[in-house]
């Protein structure tokens, strides 16, 4: 079992960078491939990015190439993701998801667990 905690939400301009967090629990952290989805009200969640357990492959959205970016730190059971040159439409609640030996997929189904989602909103 792994809980999921999401943090680093809020409001941000447009252009801007943004960084969020997820930490979390569990001493098999190091297995999970870490992934960050988003979803805005009526809409399917969307995959962002993924990064995977073994060596580090990461893999982003087209949406969202060249601006984001995902990191891990085993030692401290955490993943990153770093959001630049912002836009509007970047606004969603945003979700970190794990996937047991997983091999970096797009499909949200593919993920065994997920934080509580933190909100992040753009303006103009």
């Known amino acids: 079992q792994v809980q999921l905690v999401e943090s680093g939400g809020g409001l941000v301009q447009a252009g801007g960078s943004h960084r969020l967090s997820c930490a979390a629990s569990?001493?098999?952290?190091?297995?999970?491939?870490m992934g960050w989805f988003r979803q805005v009200p009526g809409k399917e969640r969307e995959f962002v990015v993924a990064?995977?357990?073994?060596?580090?492959?990461?893999y982003s959205a087209d949406s969202v190439k060249g601006r984001f970016t995902i990191s891990r730190d085993n030692a401290k059971n955490t993943v990153y993701l770093q959001m630049n040159s912002l836009k509007p439409e970047d606004t969603a609640v945003y979700y970190c998801?794990?996937?047991?030996?997983?091999?970096?997929?797009?499909?949200?189904?593919?993920?065994?667990?997920w934080g509580q989602g933190t909100q992040v909103t753009v303006s103009s």
């Open positions: 998801a794990a996937d047991l030996y997983g091999s970096g997929s797009s499909l949200a189904a593919s993920y065994d667990y």
């Open positions: 990064i995977k357990w073994s060596g580090g492959s990461t």
């Open positions: 569990g001493r098999t952290f190091s297995r999970y491939t």
